[in-house]
């Protein structure tokens, strides 16, 4: 199945406000992403074993670990979870930068160092939600055309 259908077919398996919500981020997110790689993870591990909610990425970046190796993985993910919504935004820096920046005045949503959750999308100011993604869209995108020229 084609990754374009694993993503449909995962939003439209959602509840009625969930699916909308997701969809309509889908959308937002391909519009800062017009060209991007899509990426589904159906958070099964390689026995088949879940281990983690399904989720959507978008873009592509070079994760680098401590050991010298490095992997490719996507910019921006998001995810259905029991309580709502989660926005990853992989990859940037300043692990305080979100919840800084965003916090106080997204709305309800908690902050980590690289993901906001929430509810539903009424529940938090969708333009911060958008420029919180642009950020880390900009970093990550500086980051892997600088790993590119080394």
Not at 122 to 131: E, G, P, V, Y
């Amino acid at each position: 199945m084609s990754i374009e259908k694993q993503i449909k077919t995962y939003i439209d398996s959602q509840s009625g406000s969930k699916r909308a919500d997701l969809q309509s981020l889908h959308i937002m997110i391909l519009d800062l992403m017009p060209k991007t790689q899509l990426w589904f993870l159906d958070g099964k591990d390689a026995t088949g074993k879940t281990i983690a909610n399904p989720n959507i990425g978008y873009g592509l970046q070079m994760i680098n670990y401590a050991d010298g190796s490095f992997k490719e993985f996507y910019q921006i993910g998001i995810s259905a979870n029991t309580k709502g919504i989660s926005v990853y935004i992989i990859g940037i820096k300043d692990k305080e930068y979100l919840a800084k920046t965003f916090l106080a005045i997204i709305g309800k949503a908690t902050i980590t160092g690289y993901c906001i959750k929430f509810k539903t999308i009424k529940d938090i100011n969708i333009s911060l939600l958008k420029s919180a993604i642009q950020y880390g869209i900009n970093q990550t995108s500086v980051d892997l055309v600088l790993k590119c020229l080394l």
